[in-house]
């Protein structure tokens, strides 16, 4: 199975951060990546798909980069509501296999 | 609008078996591949299976590979997962959802359902 590794596990930072998550893949997914945002409590919600394509609905200060094995999910300008748990997860393959998360945390 | 409701979850004994439940209503849902995730206390997400539109094509994780059925019925809209021979490890909270194919991202989730294994 793919193994997604993220970094950092959580971080804390204030209303108006840019944010930075990485996500690193054990081989390559053919640009097969997508990012989660998780509240507790209520269904996770996709954010990012293909690496860099914006779910419909999803705020503009998101947005996505990398290749190969390496990509980033970018939060430029931190709100209120962005305060969450988010995955990567490739779908390249059989098993689909999610990152353990990174926690956003009001600093 | 598009909504996925999971159901069935519950307390349930070790070594027992149970059903959930996926009602899904404002889309076609013959349409689209279907999957169940899983968060267990503390833990990230997990891919437990998927099945394709049209029920043909399966598959499912290795942690639950054996004990779980994945199934569908388009005429109900409706998508279950029997696990069988439950365990502790068992123990997290049931997703279903969406993928316009069976290659793509999860679109659309439930809220999530509930399962404790515990005697």
């Known amino acids: 199975a793919i193994q997604l590794t993220q970094s950092p596990s959580s971080l804390s930072a204030s209303v108006g951060d840019r944010v930075t998550i990485s996500c690193r893949a054990s081989q390559g997914i053919a640009g097969a990546l997508a990012w989660y945002q998780h509240k507790s409590g209520k269904a996770p919600k996709l954010l990012i798909y293909d690496v860099s394509t914006l779910e419909g609905g999803v705020p503009s200060r998101f947005s996505g980069s990398g290749s190969g094995t390496d990509f980033t999910l970018t939060i430029s300008s931190l709100q209120p509501e962005d305060f969450a748990t988010y995955y990567c997860q490739q779908f390249n393959t059989y098993p689909r296999t999610f990152g353990q998360g990174t926690t956003v945390e009001i600093k | 609008q598009v909504q996925l409701v999971e159901s069935g979850g519950g307390v349930v004994q070790p070594g027992k078996s149970l059903r959930l439940s996926c009602a899904v209503s404002g889309l076609t849902f013959s349409s689209y591949a279907m999957h169940w995730v899983r968060q267990a206390p503390g833990k990230g997400l997990e891919w437990v299976a998927v099945?394709?539109?049209?029920?043909?094509?399966?598959d499912s994780a290795d942690s639950v590979k054996g004990r779980c059925t994945i199934s569908r019925d388009n005429s109900k809209n409706t998508l279950y997962l029997q696990i069988n021979s439950l365990r502790g490890e068992d123990t997290a909270v049931y997703y279903c959802?969406?993928?316009?194919?069976?290659?793509?991202?999860?679109?659309?989730w439930g809220q999530g359902t509930k399962v404790t294994v515990s005697s």
């Open positions: 959802a969406r993928a316009p194919t069976a290659h793509d991202a999860f679109d659309v």
């Open positions: 099945i394709s539109y049209d029920g043909s094509d399966k």
